[in-house]
């Protein structure tokens, strides 16, 4: 993660005030872009699947590029929400709302104990801890009877949100998933922003300091590390419902892999970043999928050519020539 | 004047000939080969199942019947979530018709549900799960060329009636392993066999050998290898150097495609018993289209699903010109009331649950010594008779067929 360390952009020398104005621009022209994208001939379908990776990229940002914690274990959070939602919502009836509700609360719940006993660590220790446990939770997936294997969770219903919206109509669910992206980026830009997020960007930069300063860098860690999964969690419900499927993809090592990349390619420990990146990946992966063998060679060049001469990320690099952390 | 003549004479023809096409949605019969082109299963059925489709068309005439018919194809990388919104999209706003191959059953189950949905044709040769005409039966789906069912059934109790009466099991300890095993195991006993042993092993496994060991001293005539894709095939290379089959031990794989053997080699693969639907050759028939399908990709024969592609594909185009509409539902029910007949699979039939009925054949892999060139690899060891080779009707819980 040699990036991640060129990738932050100095907070401090901004006025707070400045920083807001442009995010605050940046954030409308977002949510412009997507609101408007569907009737500009993007198929939705495919912006749904971006919007939900693009809050799973900005959980994930949450920890490497706040904390500079590297989590290789994100995937265990968006699976076994996923699968928590889909069993919900098939077995058990629940209204779409509430099956995401009860899949965010798994990843939360998962979370605690994960991070309780992950943040112990740090650096290559830290990721290698989550990638263990995200490989229990995947191996629980495989065996567990619920779950379907191979198989996975399938024709999930799409239901009705809150009795009144019929979430079988792509549009209605459009806009469903577009609220609960900008709801969870709305939040942890607020975390990023606030005191909280301070004394995580100050544990990030020099940890010894921020304990000689009085804070208590476990318990910031792991509100932090919760607040992550939930939101994963939150992405991977969603997802769940859109597709009317939970699968082991999810969970599988894989995906915890592909998140770093969206964040890397973004811009890790900007606020925009990991949603160009989830986009940009989403994209690839769509509409290179014509392409047939040459997918995985594509992508691999990519990568190379974004490590080789941006090294922030696309946003930290527009970042640094605008001068203004986006 | 002349123009008006001209005019005249254009709208009188298309006024003619719209008949005939007003049903075609678009004017445009779409077909979409969706399965894995770069992974695991690529050379299963990837660019080869592609190949498939696009000599049915051509070996329908379409072009001849007036009938406009566009092949394409994309990658689903193994994943149901990519399946299924290019299936979505393919629907939507690329207005294909029909989706065929689709490997890998977690995506397949994923495609069934959104070609029910949107009312389309899904015709399955890739996949396994045996849910597809089970549980998860539709109106729009055709499985067409084998199910986990046909295969455990099938090689049980074909090598148990050809004298391999005790078995030991290797099975990968999770779900599909489970089914695989247990299904096998039950035909095996009810064949008149008996069940050694069995040993679980972990998935993926690299290291087989102590599992190989047990397996061997079990002095079983039959290791069944309940597993699929690489542990398979490294169960398959380690036996070969623990000299199981020298030592008179046989292999069957409950998995396992021509172009694993293939991969294997002869010396490696040599004794392995597997069940396929398909074997290039057959017959004259069967012989004349694998040439001309290997010259058109890379000297590769077709595997069976590949096969399964041509005879679907084909089918389905039967299905269209009877019917002169390409609605999903109308031409699924279509192909379901016509007798199937192609040279590759024969006569056949598609029954109510969107089974579709043919033989299969349990194969012994040659020796180096016995095969004549390259991709002679079997001999046959037993044909099961179409009427057994698939579940029955009655056990598969399939919602369409009436009690």
């Known amino acids: 993660m040699a990036g991640a360390a060129t990738g932050y952009v100095a907070t401090a020398e901004v006025p707070a005030a400045q920083v807001l104005r442009h995010q605050a621009i940046g954030f409308v022209v977002m949510a412009g872009f997507f609101a408007a994208a569907p009737f500009f001939g993007v198929y939705p379908v495919f912006l749904m699947k971006a919007l939900c990776f693009a809050l799973f990229a900005c959980a994930f940002n949450l920890l490497i590029g706040y904390v500079g914690l590297l989590s290789f274990g994100h995937a265990a959070f968006l699976g076994s929400s996923g699968y928590a939602a889909a069993h919900a919502a098939k077995i058990w009836g629940f209204a779409p709302e509430a099956a995401i509700l009860f899949g965010t609360m798994v990843a939360c719940a998962l979370g605690i104990v994960i991070g309780a006993l992950a943040i112990r660590s740090r650096g290559i220790y830290f990721a290698n801890i989550t990638l263990a446990f995200a490989q229990m939770v995947y191996f629980f997936s495989v065996q567990a009877k619920f779950t379907g294997g191979e198989d996975g969770i399938q024709s999930v219903p799409r239901g009705t949100l809150f009795g009144v919206l019929d979430l079988r109509q792509t549009m209605p669910m459009y806009w469903v998933v577009l609220a609960i992206f900008l709801l969870g980026f709305v939040v942890l830009y607020r975390v990023i922003h606030s005191p909280f997020g301070q004394v995580l960007k100050a544990i990030r930069e020099n940890e010894p300091r921020a304990m000689s300063l009085g804070y208590a860098p476990e318990h910031y860690k792991l509100i932090a590390f919760v607040l992550s999964a939930t939101l994963s969690g939150l992405a991977g419900g969603t997802k769940a419902i859109v597709f009317q499927l939970a699968s082991l993809t999810d969970v599988y090592w894989t995906t915890s892999g592909e998140v770093v990349l969206m964040a890397l390619l973004g811009g890790i420990g900007t606020v925009f970043g990991p949603v160009v990146g989830a986009l940009v990946i989403i994209t690839l992966e769509h509409f290179l999928a014509q392409l047939g063998a040459w997918l995985t060679i594509v992508q691999g060049i990519i990568f190379v050519i974004c490590v080789l001469t941006f090294r922030r990320g696309i946003v930290g690099e527009l970042a640094r020539i605008i001068r203004k952390p986006l | ?403």
């Open chain 2, 1 to 403: 004047m002349p123009t008006l003549v001209i005019a005249f004479v254009t709208v009188a023809t298309l006024a003619l000939a719209a008949p005939a096409r007003a049903q075609i949605s678009d004017g445009v019969v779409k077909i979409g080969v969706l399965n894995d082109q770069s992974g695991p299963y690529a050379d299963i059925t990837g660019p080869g199942s592609v190949t498939a489709a696009r000599m049915a068309v051509e070996d329908f005439g379409a072009a001849k019947k007036n009938l406009k018919v566009e092949v394409i194809a994309a990658d689903h990388q193994n994943k149901p979530d990519v399946g299924s919104s290019i299936a979505r999209q393919w629907f939507d706003a690329e207005k294909v018709d029909v989706i065929v191959d689709v490997p890998t059953s977690s995506v397949a189950l994923a495609i069934n549900q959104v070609t029910r949905d949107k009312g389309k044709a899904f015709l399955v040769s890739g996949a396994a799960a045996s849910d597809l005409t089970g549980k998860a039966c539709s109106p729009n789906t055709i499985h067409w060329t084998y199910d986990t069912w046909a295969l455990a059934h099938g090689t049980g109790s074909a090598i148990v009636k050809t004298g391999g009466d005790t078995w030991f099991f290797l099975t990968a300890d999770y779900a599909f392993g489970h089914a695989l095993e247990r299904d096998t195991e039950q035909v095996v006993l009810k064949a008149g066999g008996k069940v050694l042993g069995k040993v679980r092993h972990p998935f993926p496994t690299s290291d087989f050998s102590s599992f190989l060991l047990q397996a061997q001293a079990s002095k079983a005539k039959i290791i069944g290898l309940a597993n699929a894709g690489a542990d398979t095939i490294n169960a398959i290379k380690q036996a070969s150097e623990f000299g199981i089959v020298r030592g008179g031990q046989n292999l069957a794989g409950l998995l396992v495609f021509i172009s694993d053997v293939h991969a294997l080699g002869l010396e490696k693969a040599q004794g392995l018993i597997l069940t396929e639907a398909f074997y290039w050759d057959q017959n004259d028939a069967t012989r004349s289209w694998a040439k001309k399908f290997a010259e058109r990709q890379r000297n590769a024969m077709p595997t069976m699903v590949q096969a399964g592609v041509y005879s679907a594909v084909l089918h389905y185009l039967k299905a269209v010109e009877q019917l002169k509409s390409d609605d999903g539902t109308k031409v699924i029910a279509k192909m379901k009331e016509m007798p199937t007949d192609d040279s590759l699979f024969g006569k056949g039939t598609v029954r109510a649950d969107g089974r579709k009925i043919h033989p299969m054949y349990l194969y012994e892999v040659k020796k180096p010594s016995e095969s004549k060139g390259p991709w002679d690899y079997y001999k046959l060891r037993a044909t099961i008779p179409a009427d057994q080779a698939f579940r029955p009707l009655n056990e598969g819980e399939c919602p369409l067929v009436k009690k």
